[in-house]
C-alpha cells in the first residue's frame, strides 16, 4: 500500500509541475529552429509544455510528446509488437529490471497492464514498456507519466519521472 502510495504521489508531482509549467496565460507561438520539425497538426508548442528530459533509465517515449497521432496506430493486433503508449528504459541500476518502472495514463495507474519486450538474455540491459490495449488509446489529448523507483524501499527518492502529452486523432 505505501509503494502505490509513493508511487502516485511522485506521478502526480510530476504531472502537476507539467500542467504548471503549461501556464495558465496565452499560448505564445514558437517559432521553430531552422532544422527542427514543429509537432504534427500543431502550429505551436506552447500549448504542450516543455518536453520532457529522456535519458538515465528512460531512453525513450512514443508517441512523443506534442505528437498527433491516429488511433489506428495506437492498437495492437499482435501482442508481440504492442502499440499505444510505450517507453524504451535502459536497466542500468535496476536489479529487478521492470519493477523498477511504473506507468500512468492520464492519471491513472497501468503498471500491471504493461507490455514488456526484453532480449531472452540472463542480464538485459534494456526493454521496452507499452500500454497496448488491443482497442488503442482513445481519441482525445492525454497526459503519460513513467516513474522509475526502488520497489523494495518506497521511501527512497524517485530516480526519474518522465511526463509528456500528446494528441489522438479518431
Not at 23 to 49: E, H, L, R
Not at 82 to 100: D, K, L, M, R
Not at 140 to 164: C, F, K, L, Y
Amino acid at each position: 500500500m505505501r509503494t502505490r502510495l509513493a508511487f502516485s504521489a511522485a506521478i502526480l508531482a510530476g504531472l502537476a509541475a507539467f500542467a504548471m509549467a503549461c501556464g495558465d496565460g496565452p499560448d505564445k507561438p514558437v517559432t521553430p529552429t531552422p532544422g527542427t520539425v514543429a509537432p504534427a497538426g500543431s502550429q505551436t508548442a506552447a500549448p504542450w509544455g516543455p518536453a520532457p528530459k529522456l535519458g538515465d533509465n528512460i531512453t525513450a517515449i512514443s508517441p512523443g510528446h506534442a505528437e498527433r497521432v491516429t488511433q489506428q496506430s495506437t492498437r495492437t493486433a499482435n501482442p508481440l509488437k504492442p502499440n499505444g503508449v510505450c517507453f524504451s528504459a535502459s536497466f542500468e541500476g535496476t536489479p529487478e529490471y521492470g519493477q523498477w518502472f511504473r506507468m500512468a495514463l492520464d492519471d491513472k495507474e497501468v503498471t500491471t497492464k504493461l507490455v514488456w519486450i526484453v532480449p531472452p538474455e540472463n542480464a538485459p540491459t534494456a526493454g521496452r514498456a507499452c500500454y497496448a490495449p488491443v482497442e488503442g488509446i482513445p481519441a482525445g489529448r492525454h497526459t503519460a507519466a513513467v516513474s522509475v523507483q526502488n520497489p523494495r524501499n518506497p521511501t527512497e527518492p524517485t530516480r526519474q519521472i518522465v511526463a509528456w502529452a500528446f494528441e489522438v486523432a479518431p
